[in-house]
């Protein structure tokens, strides 16, 4: 199954860091590395989330209503959440993140200050 031969290389790939490793994705703290020393979840507003989407995507030079990029986010955090194999949730000792009200830049500052604090814990 592709599902299980990307779990262990993206397990082999972070393992082989040096000095650890941040990892991105809607199942990396709860499937990939249950036992990571931090787990975030950021989510924010779903609109929000959608504007963010279609700025991107405008960006890039693909034009979408923003209500098509709602309906599809919509979709997919759906299906995600309800899937048999890995669903998307938070770890159950998550940090959690509302990236709702915050610039990027913010949302980097949080998390690094989380990752420091967990550094000087161990």
Known sequence: MVRDALL???????????????????????????????????????????????EELFQKGVERPVD???????????EDSQREVAPLKPAADAVHLDSTHLPLSEVVRQIEALVRGRS???
Do not use: S, W
Request: charge should be positive.
């Open 120 to 122: 000087r814990q161990a």
């Open 8 to 54: 262990d290389l993206q397990r082999r790939l972070a393992l082989q860091a040096e000095r650890g490793a941040i990892l991105e994705g809607r199942d990396i703290g709860t499937v990939v590395f249950p036992d990571a020393d931090l787990k975030v979840f950021l989510f924010a507003d779903p609109k929000v989330r959608a504007t963010r989407r279609y």
């Open 68 to 78: 098509d990029v709602l309906r599809e986010q919509n979709t997919r955090d759906r």
